[in-house]
Nanobody
Framework: QVQLVESGGGLVQAGGSLRLSCAASGRTFSIYRMGWFRQAPGKEREFVARIAWRGGSTSYADSVKGRFTISRDNAKNTAYLQMNSLKPEDTAVYYC????????????WGQGTQVTVSS
């Protein structure tokens, strides 16, 4: 089992920045990749970014490319999402998730953290 706890959400004006953190505990040695997802009111959950836990390769949704940066600190078992140039359409609950088998399915999810961007 892997437990995930997000933090760092909040209210920010358009153009501002936030950094989300996702602390992992439990069987962290089994993590293959970590991902960030978000869900806005009335919309389906969507992929934001992911990072390979060991190699560090990254991938981003087109909507955030160039504005968001995903990173990880293996020593702290923590993944981060640095969000710059935030837009009102980035408003959502942000979730981190862990893939522990490398097959691309995220079996573990955090509780989510609210990000609200005002115009």
């Amino acid at each position: 089992q892997v437990q995930l706890v997000e933090s760092g959400g909040g209210l920010v004006q358009a153009g501002g920045s936030l950094r989300l953190s996702c602390a992992a505990s439990g069987r962290t040695f089994s993590i293959y990749r970590m991902g960030w997802f978000r869900q806005a009111p009335g919309k389906e959950r969507e992929f934001v970014a992911r990072i390979a836990w060991r190699g560090g390769s990254t991938s981003y949704a087109d909507s955030v490319k160039g504005r968001f940066t995903i990173s990880r600190d293996n020593a702290k078992n923590t993944a981060y999402l640095q969000m710059n140039s935030l837009k009102p359409e980035d408003t959502a609950v942000y979730y981190c998730a862990a893939d522990d088998d490398g097959f691309g399915t995220y079996d573990y999810w955090g509780q989510g953290t609210q990000v609200t961007v005002s115009s």
